[in-house]
């Protein structure tokens, strides 16, 4: 069984800062890409920052130069530290981590629960 399990959403102020985290636990034989996605009512959810295990960190247009993905593969973690937030950054996050299980033949993406950030004065 694998779970991912977020942390670090909340209410901040536009301009303010929060840094969201997601570690993975269980039984877990290699993770490859981890990322953050994010889902605001009535919208689908969208991509905002993906790190492969290997290769070019990928961001979406909206976030560049505000929000920055890092990973911890010693603690099978990922973080998204999201600096000069506004409003429309408010949403459901979502992390992603495509894992392979042990006893699996292949990998599967796993989904954390989410985490609510709102940006409002």
């Known amino acids: 069984q694998v779970q991912l399990v977020e942390s670090g959403g909340g209410l901040v102020q536009p301009g303010g800062s929060l840094r969201l985290s997601c570690a993975a636990s269980g039984s877990i034989l290699s993770i490859n890409a981890m990322g953050w996605y994010r889902q605001a009512p009535g919208k689908e959810r969208e991509l905002v920052a993906d790190?492969?295990?290997?290769?070019?960190?990928t961001y979406a247009d909206p976030v560049k130069g505000r929000f920055t993905i890092s990973r911890d593969n010693a603690k099978s973690a990922v973080y998204l530290q999201m600096n000069s937030l506004k409003p429309e950054d408010t949403a459901v996050y979502y992390c992603k981590a495509l894992i392979r299980a042990w006893r699996t033949y292949s990998a599967t993406n796993y989904w954390g629960q989410g985490t609510q950030v709102t940006v409002s004065s």
């Open positions: 790190m492969p295990s290997g290769g070019s960190t």
